[in-house]
């Protein structure tokens, strides 16, 4: 199968999910039992754009998860992709229960998960990571209604695609309005079908009348997408991190939702370390971007930008930080790093626009954190 060439961001992104499985898999380990569930689960290996490494898929972590998983399952509409996961994970894993599901996860999932009534009690991780806004709502109510009689909800980790949402609906982006009445009807049904409710038209009002520029409209998305995990299928805790390209772009924001007071905790972590990892990330994707046009170009430095690059402070430090810096290796102590934490809260704390507030939730601290805010204090 050819491999997708990915940004460094979807590393960052596979990166939070190696680092919270195991954490997941430990806090589970009394459980006689564990279960992985991929709904978008794609290609085994792909490739990174900017430094040209192999960046394993979600799958595949997830089976190198350690402890390991009991039950893997993968979702994966393209049948060739699915038929390759599948022989791929036999042969490196032949004593692992791992299949994968060719088609429509729409279709697949509740079915897949009848199969798995044995697991119902079993601590349950879902991985939902579509390219944009194909994971219909009725994804999620599955998921949270599965393990119906235990008192946690099959966890998930779930990329929405906020800054697109805006473009898929608004025909005022469209060159001269152009989308008809049908196409514009099917574009609305697949954002209603999204949130599984239409709950969402008031933010997009907002943002066609002026009243929301474009970032706070990303905001009032995925608080919406929030809002709803916590408020209709009852989760306890929900986190969410933004993602952004070379330049800064927001691509989209990863949302966490848990039952689990730990599970909480760690994701917290896992957050605030991204951050911690996402400007050098960026910094080294830029370089090698720089370098390969270069090249293209005929040019050929003496020093690399990604060589120089890994020789740059992310920041020029002013000379009293330098001062402070010194003062500090004489009298040795961490550095300690002012991150910004990602957003996280343990109930939700905003109504959605448009909504009746019943006056009992203050607002929450908002917006999401956008990877790469981070700065050290020195
Ligand atoms: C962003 S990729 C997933 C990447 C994967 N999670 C990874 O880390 O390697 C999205 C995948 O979802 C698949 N997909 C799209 N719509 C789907 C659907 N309705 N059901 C199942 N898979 C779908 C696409 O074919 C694609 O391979």
């Known amino acids: ?204 009002d907002g943002r066609q009348s002026g009243a929301l520029d474009a970032e706070r409209t990303r905001d009032e998305l995925t608080n919406l997408m929030r809002w709803r995990l916590e408020k209709t299928l009852g989760y306890g805790f929900t986190h969410t991190l933004r993602l952004t390209n070379v330049y800064g772009v927001p691509l989209y924001d990863m949302i966490f939702a848990t039952d689990h007071a730990i599970g909480d905790k760690i994701m917290r972590s896992v957050y605030q370390k991204a951050a911690e990892r996402f400007p050098a990330m960026r910094q080294e994707a830029r370089a090698r971007r720089r370098d390969r046009k270069e090249l293209e170009s005929g040019f050929n430095p003496f020093f690399t930008h990604a060589e120089l690059a890994q020789h740059t402070p992310l920041r020029a430090m002013s000379p009293i930080s330098t001062f402070r810096r010194f003062r500090r290796m004489a009298r040795p102590s961490p550095c300690r790093c002012r991150i910004p934490g990602p957003v996280s809260s343990s109930a939700a704390r905003s109504a959605p626009i448009g909504a009746e507030s019943d006056g009992s939730s203050p607002r929450w601290s908002w917006p999401p954190t956008p990877l790469g805010s981070s700065h050290c204090s020195g």
């Open 1 to 204: 199968m050819a491999e997708r060439p990915w940004g460094f961001w979807t590393e960052s992104k596979l990166d939070m999910l190696s680092a919270y499985l195991p954490a997941f898999t430990t806090a589970s380990k009394k459980a006689p039992s564990t279960v992985y569930l991929d709904l978008f689960a794609g290609q085994a290996t792909n490739v990174s754009r900017d430094i040209g490494r192999p960046i394993e898929g979600s799958l595949l972590r997830a089976l190198q998860t350690k402890p390991p998983f009991t039950v893997v399952r993968g979702f994966e509409l393209r049948h060739k992709r699915a038929q390759s996961l599948q022989e791929a994970f036999r042969a490196e894993f032949p004593n692992r229960d791992v299949v994968v599901h060719a088609g429509d996860v729409h279709d697949a999932l509740q079915p897949a998960l009848a199969a798995l009534t044995e697991y119902r009690w079993s601590p349950t991780f879902a991985f939902i990571d579509p390219d944009g806004v194909e994971a219909r709502w009725e994804l999620l109510e599955a998921l949270a209604t599965h393990k119906a009689r235990t008192s946690t909800k099959v966890e998930l980790f779930l990329l929405l695609v906020s800054p697109q949402i805006v473009r898929v609906v608004n025909n005022s982006n469209n060159s001269n309005n152009s989308l008809g009445p049908d196409d514009l009807h099917h574009r609305e049904q697949r954002v209603t079908d999204l949130f599984g409710s239409t709950e969402w038209r008031p933010i997009l």
